[in-house]
């Protein structure tokens, strides 16, 4: 059999570099895609590393025409796709008293609908292979968290899209599961511009200030997952023969989620999140 064909989004760093590495060296033939092909250099020496090829292309999800270019690429290329792994996306901090509209509207963009815009067009594709539809989603897509009110709805989106789609895209062969990784030790938490956020003489300054510090101990390394532990579990999930629809990366993400999936009044969720912006 011929080596399954991979599509990850979002390669440049964190999860995605490591799992378009992870699953190159799984088997699959892997498209590696980011907007910018300068900032290739970390996925091409991880790659190297690890002796495996890998295809890396340009792709902005939020671009329609690049999004086009690219599914065209894999189709004259390869002839067909066997799995999408939704992944480019971007963090933010912030409350909306604080922040624009369009602050807002830019992290739906990237984070929603980058999302549906690439499974849209990737669907036909999955489809004549009976593929796989994988969505790095997040626990902050399951349990809303403080300062990140646009970055969880964002995510809550994809949660109830890719739950709504996940039996009708069974009903054509297309599996379709998201990802819901908890504190990850990669770029992604740098990448946000919090520093940009600290609301000095505002009425939030106090519980920025006790929520970054919890975020600060929780991302450190020595209590984060790492991007390899994810990318092995992502694995686990695109060679399963049933798959699951909602993965959690870690023990820790399991308990989190698990605190919201029983919670049918909130309360409990309240309780834990309200020390993060108490330092309580």
Known sequence: MTEPILLVTGTSSGIGLTTAVAAARAGFTVVATMRD?????????????AGVELDLQPLDVTDPASIEGCLAHIRSTYGRLD??????????????????????????????????????????????????LLTVSSVGGVVGQPFNEAYCAAKFAVEGFMESLTPVAATVGVRVSVIEPGAVSTEFVANVGIERTLAEGTPYDTALRAYLARTAAAFDPANAQTADGVAERIVEVLVADDPPARVQTSDAAHRFVGIKLGDLDGAHVQAVTAHWVTGT
């Not at 092909?37 to 590393?49: F, G, H, I, Q």
């Open 83 to 132: 799995a999408l792994l939704n992944n480019a996306g971007a963090g933010h901090v912030g409350t909306v008293e604080l922040e624009s509209v369009d602050d807002v509207r830019a992290v739906m963009e990237v984070n929603f609908f980058g999302v549906v815009a690439m499974s849209k067009t990737a669907m036909p594709l999955l489809r004549e292979s009976r593929g796989r």
């Open 37 to 49: 092909l300068a900032k290739s250099d970390s996925l091409r020496s991880a790659a190297a590393t």
